[in-house]
């Protein structure tokens, strides 16, 4: 295990690498206006996606993913399993809170695939072939990533990775309470499809 210190950099390297709103100043950049003012107010892809811009929402997803795997990789080889995983969970929780923008953020879906991917890619690869699976099948985002989400800890015990599966717990958990809005709409069927538009 780590020492205190390295602990330390691990949080504040990764919670700083989570806080980039990648989805708000790309939109930006592209002449789309400020995301947060646009469809649920989100800053990550799926919102992104409601710009009618692909392309741009194709970017975000890959960066809040790549926010959060480098950080975990990063620390992981500087300071071994422990500190990536703190680096990881900092950075998924620097996307939900970001500081510089009133601490609201996205709801972590591509930051958890991107920490998953860094700490263990066959554990990153599970939860993205279940996301694309449910995807295909329902056309519903947010049912998708809560599904992933919740097999994920299964995934990693499966895979002999017990010490990942406080992590995806823990991101897991998160990722339920950041789509409670959606998960009441999924209940009483009113869930938009992948691509339609939403408020919230």
């Known amino acids: 295990m780590g020492s205190g210190l390295e602990m330390i950099i691990a949080l504040v390297f990764g919670y ?4 980039i709103p990648f989805g708000l100043i790309l939109t930006k950049s592209a ?52 500190a990536g995983a703190l680096g990881g969970l900092a950075a998924f929780f620097g996307h939900l809170f970001p500081m510089w923008l009133g601490f609201k953020g996205g709801k972590g879906v591509a930051t958890n695939i991107g920490v998953l991917f860094g700490l263990f890619w066959p554990l990153g690869l599970i939860f ?57 709409r999924i209940l009483k069927g009113e869930e938009p499809r992948i691509g339609k538009s939403t408020t919230a």
């Open 128 to 184: 993205l072939a279940v996301w694309i699976i449910m995807a295909l099948l329902f056309r519903i985002s947010s049912l998708s990533a809560l599904t992933a989400s919740f097999l994920s800890p299964f995934a990693a015990y499966a895979l002999g990775r017990g010490d990942l599966i406080l992590p995806a717990v823990i991101m897991g958990a998160a990722i339920f309470v950041t789509h409670r809005a959606n998960i009441s």
């Open 31 to 82: 002449g789309l206006g400020d995301i947060r003012t646009i469809g649920s107010g989100n800053i990550g892809a799926t919102n992104v996606l409601r710009t009618g811009n692909k392309k741009v929402a194709a970017l975000t997803l890959i960066l809040d993913a790549l926010k959060g795997a480098v950080p975990a990789l990063v620390m992981g080889w500087l300071y071994g399993p422990e």
């Open 16 to 19: 700083l690498c989570g806080t």
